[in-house]
């Protein structure tokens, strides 16, 4: 299993959508097969369409707020010591998460489509908080299934997504948490496939939807990558990369155009999601090496039962909360283009609090996660080793939990 | 060559020119012996059983189907229940025709090979699956051909008519039409005619082929299909199931008595 050079990794896929000869996939009921068929060449089409790409770099601009900064953190840097400690801080854009590039290119794609009706998933609540603000702003119906759990946890992006006009549709099968929102989600689509677009909230689903959302969330790394040569004036030697990983949406983002450089130089690093310390459940499909499986209509790995049943997760971070991961990661694992590790529940409410006490920033619970990993690193490494975070989404969202968890917001 | 027991349910209706009746259930609801009694009692008025085995991350059922089958995973229903479920019905109804309905995950971490092998000590007779569509489906179909197991292809609304063309080619002894964009057990949306419209654009393809509707059919729905070569009905059995749950009545009884019902509507 290789990386192929010059080509997309979000297109070095077979014909039947596998990455690697077998992660992703379509593995959808029949009356999918036409609206994934169409998507498909629909968006095979705008990709190329010079006006459609105008009209998401203007949006990404004027709407969204591109570039978000990328800034040192020097207080971080000087009390850790050894490497240098930088933010892409992707939080700043509006609503406060990465999850706002993909749910803009899906409304643009769904306006396209003719469609007046738009629906998605979300765990931590971003992806349904972003959709419901595109959808107001494009003019489109939008509906949100979230897990009864999760609606119950992230309170403040609910308010908001209902203050955009949106209807929360609670999903209480199962964990009553993400990956039951995914599938109430598909299966509102088998039903209303006609007049609605759906919008998968992260890099997971049908092979089309990994492709949109990576697609789209690549902002990230284009925008860095003109900021680190204006910062550095060349790419330094020794850069790492730290992202969280659920679904794999933002970290794909911060990582895709950096693909191609050698790994010495830029390294990424996936931080799933370990669950409580004490708890043997966890998020981390990548981590524990968790089986190949079929969830959401792709093949990844997954947590899942000798006989095939998705494991329920934990963990304090709802938008990590996901058995399974996106097919493009395994594929990255599989390849050893990127690494995977977990933080734990506490290492990373610890990670916040440190974070917070150096400095102006306020990262969600999910990037807690991945600077848990980076004030492990730092220490170890040379001051001319670069560690870049993907502070990909804004604590706001978890005051409630960090109020009980550590008496303050 | 030998006709398959599918095959042979559908000649037998047509010489009583009737659609087969094909009922749905889940494997282990509400518990494993019922499941199996139910079966038992209602193989009278059935002319093929699908018995769908668990998953607990179905993206294309509906409420009913969805309760029945957390109901049954919650008294620890697994695969090789379903299959002993599957093996004691044939022993008692050699033959009449069982299919196993479900999603691709529960045979992937089985194996192919040795699910299949496992139909085939059941004596299952065919298989749906409900997320491996044609042509994903296309290897898979064979090898369950070659073991003398139907696969059954699915087709929908949505199907292109190129596609239809495609898929009945490379199709087995049944087909199954989804009558309506739906999960399982939605109301019936569209007018039973544009239904049968469909079907019989299917139907022109190839004639011969046996196709079944399946979707929303209820009491109420299946007379205006007496004319397709099978109705399916799956959620209004679930449904019966937690209603007699709920009044604390014997679902098998109660089952048996609405399947009955739903025959003399066809007959």
Redesign the interface.
Known sequence: MKIKKNIPLIDQHDKFGFWGGKFGGNFIPETLKKPVEDLEILFKKLRKNKKFIKERDYYFKNWVGSPTSFKKLENLTKHLGGAQMWAKVVSEANGGAHKIYNATVHCLIAKRAGKKYIVGDTGAGYAGKMLSMAAKKFGLKCKIFMGAKDIKRQKPNCDAMKKNGAEIVPVYTGSQTLVDAVSECMRYWVSNCDTTHMCVGSTVGPNIFVKICGWSTSQISRELLVQIKKEFGRIPKKIKLLNCVGGGSSSFGFWNEFMHYNKKQIEFIGIEAGGPQKSKRHAAPLTYGSKIGILHGAAQYVNQDFEGQIEETESISAGLDYPGVSPIHCFLKDTKRARYTAATDEEALSAYNLVTKYENLNPSLEPSHAFAEAIKLAPKLSKNTIIIVNSCGDAHKDRDILKQRLGKF | MTISPISLAFKNCKKEKRPALITFTVAGDNTKKNSLKILNSIAKYADILELSF?????????GQI?NST?RS?SNGT??KDTFHIAKKFKNKNPKKPLILMG????I???GENNFLKNCKLSRVDGLIV?????P?NKKFAKKCKKKSINFVQ???????KD?LKKIIKDSHDMLYY?SM???TG?KLKIAPKKILENYSKIKKIDKNKNCVIGFGITNKSIKSFKNSDGVVVGSEICKEITRSLNNRQNPVTNVSKIVSRLKNKIL
């Open positions: 668990l998953h607990n991350c179905p993206i294309a059922d509906g969805q957390y995973l697994t695969l999603y691709y995950n529960l992937y971490q089985n409900v997320d491996l569509p044609w994903e699915l087709l929908s609304p949505t199907t292109s596609r989804i964009l739906s999960t939605g």
